[in-house]
């Protein structure tokens, strides 16, 4: 399996930048709208495949870490694109849950409330810049420049990885006022 792609970086920028925009954007925008249509099913069960999602994307991370240090570099690009592909499946799980179900409010109190606002407010932040990154990251490796991959992907994996933990830890303190 060779998944090296030539070495553009102009066109790379133009594709991430516009890509990330893109997608923020649709995120912004269809966050505001909530279809009421009847799936005959409860739209909340993307909530719950959200949070499977993140924490198969979140050991798939632990995984990529240790094969990365190990030097098991095609077992850790499979393992990479695995987290990349359902960081994507994700996204559309993501939308379609706020597109279905809407908002809900969190009602606890006291310490939970602030402990459930700071992780969710760093959550969101966090969630919003991370995707130019992970891209980059990931072009990095496939014209396999190693060195560049292995210095932004020092950046990248502990935003990713805390964006992919923090995800359940909200689903399970606001899936009980669904």
Wanted: glycine residues 4%.
């Amino acid at each position: 399996m060779n998944w090296t792609i030539t070495k553009d970086d102009k066109k790379a920028n133009r594709i991430i930048f516009s890509f990330s925009f893109i997608i923020f954007a649709a995120v912004i925008l269809l966050g505001r709208v909530t279809l009421d249509v009847n799936l005959g099913f409860d739209p909340h069960v993307f909530a719950a495949l959200n949070a499977i999602i993140n924490t198969i994307v979140a050991t798939l991370l632990i995984a990529g870490i240790i094969t990365a240090k190990n030097q098991q570099y095609a077992i850790h690009k499979r393992i990479m694109l695995t987290a990349m592909v359902l960081s994507i499946a994700f996204l559309v799980s993501y939308i379609c849950h706020h597109l279905f179900a809407g908002d809900t409010s969190f009602k606890g109190q006291g310490i939970a409330r602030y402990f459930y606002y700071t992780i969710l407010i760093t959550h969101i932040m966090l969630a919003a810049i991370v995707l130019p990154f992970i891209l980059f990251t990931a072009y990095r490796a496939l014209i396999d420049e190693r060195k560049k991959h292995k210095k932004l992907a020092r950046l990248t994996w502990p935003i990713w990885f805390f964006v992919a933990v923090t995800g359940p830890i909200i689903y399970l303190m606001i899936s009980q006022y669904y």
